[in-house]
């Protein structure tokens, strides 16, 4: 098959793609040098991309290509997300094996297509190309919000309340199962009961693009700092400490887990916490409060079928105090005092 | 290094950064999850994105790792040439090897930081990760054009003139050359003065952003439909033709090649016209325009010291006609009549 073909039976012949849609701002989609879009007047822009990596990022052992195609779309949206802002249209950059079968690349962009319509996002673009081994993925997303109203990682300030918007762990905790397995990437419903939350975790993540909505619209003051978890709640925790210029305390006890991973954790002797501090991949949001909304903001999340979970508090930095320097510290069940959380996670380069 | 410290190694204490001018409409930039833009009330984004691969695109054999930078936010910019819009944002996506030198990396944030600042254009983000074996390099380009003005390879209509910026055929002249001498990248000027036209042409290729723009600010109507020239002038007038619906034919004692570019053939035993037909990565324009307003975009491009050459025509395609396909036609010198030109240009899965 030919370049080109191969792009018009990736992108084309789609039941339904957002980019038909007259309001999805599109006025020259896939096919030419480059797409044309209709920003909407008064708004500003949020973009962002991710790249994901066979064998570094997600192996085939563990995921479908529909998988991988979905989460790497996810992965970028999570981005939009985390600044609360509106996904409108993405791009997709594929380098692939020749020998690839055209099968699997089509269920690839099945999964890209399926998660992006899921939110409301138009692919308008992208590159194919030859790899000489592997695949990578590189999904850029452009989103908008209203002008100066994007969540920054800087926002955070003592006294401040830190939120989290849904349980931890379930990702890594799926992939470990999925590996001791010896690599299942068949359907999920072939998975037992208990697991299969935790392996959908792992393998289709959801963007809490309403939860990053629900808090761009809050009462203006009421939000500070924002993140999404892609690299454990300890990493994206002390990223919100360095850019604010604050310590971060957590209180264990607090980080909610599913009972399946709590489950999962016993059979097979591991820390659940450890998963959700360090594991990653959750893509649920973390942020803060000012501590006097606390109690509206949660009420906000409960009217909108939602919810958020407390999990800790921001103190100053106090310069010079070796109490008081920007970083994270976790206060484990019934235990008086808090102990530095160093801030690993997956590091490309180290 | 840690990877927060190699994305800071890579992007920031630049002498000079488009994104610190207020007038980049740029809020929010590199360090967050996502960047924060404005664009300009009233027009258009035009979106591109571009992925060159070590060892399919490029070879660290032909190039230093300054070029294979410069080279990738090049191509990226050409598509936004290519339809006359104006470039203003990039984000730079990067997979690779853990083995990789931190200065080899810089040097290649250099090339793209190099090209991106030439052109206005404000690097606002991106993502970096590790690769099992070799680079790849994703360019994604958000520009800005006039609603509706974007040039398109539809457009194209019987009767257009077709006309190039540039002389072609000078990068794969250059790749060859480079690689018969055993892949030499080292300083452009270590190479023969009549050599080195043609090796900048393959590392240091230029996008046509200001012969883009002049199009798009030609008279409505004079233009047609425009494309840039990454795989050759064959493939390229092959999209335009299969876009409009037409019949292109070009002569080949129009095409202009440099005296650089045909001594070397003639040293080489090669046609030069095989090289700027099938070469690709020239990134000059192809376009059309109306034959009645031929001469008047002769001159307004003469007015801006540049030059477009007039290389064909456009003719219907008569449905049915063996003659009157849709496709391409060269009528080389002397000939009397044409012989259908192939699509061939790089395809990545053939």
Redesign the interface.
């Known amino acids: ?3 080109f073909a ?1 792009i018009r039976m990736l992108n084309r012949s789609r039941s339904t793609v957002v980019s038909d849609h007259p309001e999805s701002g599109v ?2 989609g896939i ?9 909407t ?17 997600f192996k085939p052992e563990t995921m479908t290509y529909e998988d991988i195609g979905y989460k790497a779309m996810a992965s970028s949206l999570s ?2 997300a ?2 609360g ?1 509106e996904p409108r ?1 993405a ?1 997709v ?3 692939a094996p ?1 020998s690839s079968s055209p099968e699997r690349l089509r269920e690839l962009y099945d999964g890209l297509y399926a998660c992006a319509e899921r939110y409301g996002t138009s692919i ?11 695949l ?1 993925v ?1 999904v ?4 908008e ?1 209203g ?2 109203g ?1 969540l ?3 926002a955070a300030k003592a006294g401040d309340a830190v939120f989290i918007t849904g349980p931890l762990g379930g990702s890594a905790a799926g992939l470990r199962f999925l590996l001791e397995r010896g690599g299942l990437a068949g359907p999920l419903e072939e998975l037992p009961e208990r697991i299969r939350p935790l392996a959908r975790a792992h393998r289709l993540p959801e963007p809490r693009i309403d939860a990053g909505r629900l808090l761009a619209r809050a009462k203006p003051g009421m939000c500070g700092a ?3 978890i892609s690299d454990g709640l300890a990493s994206e925790a002390w990223e919100i400490a360095e ?1 604010s210029g604050v310590q971060v305390t957590l209180y264990g006890d607090r980080i909610p887990v599913s009972d399946e991973l709590r489950d999962y954790a016993a059979a097979s002797a591991h820390d659940p916490l450890d998963w959700a501090l360090y594991g990653g991949e959750d893509y649920e949001l973390v942020g803060t409060v000012r501590q006097e909304y606390a109690a509206e903001l949660a009420s906000t999340f409960e009217r909108a079928g939602k919810r958020i979970w407390f999990v800790g508090e921001v103190d100053s930095a106090v310069t010079g105090s070796a109490d008081g320097k920007v970083g994270v510290t976790l206060v484990r069940a019934g235990a008086d005092a808090g102990v530095p959380v160093g801030k690993r996670g997956y ?4």
């Open positions: 098959m030919d370049e191969l006025s020259v096919g030419d040098d480059a797409a044309v879009l209709r920003p007047g008064g708004k500003e822009l949020v973009v962002s991309c991710d790249t994901m990596v066979e064998s570094v990022h981005d939009i985390a600044m802002a249209w791009l950059a594929l380098a020749r308008v673009g992208g590159d194919t190309a030859s790899s000489p081994s592997g990578t590189t850029t997303v452009i989103g919000a002008a100066g994007s920054l990682r800087s924002l993140n999404d850019a590091n490309h380069f180290a």
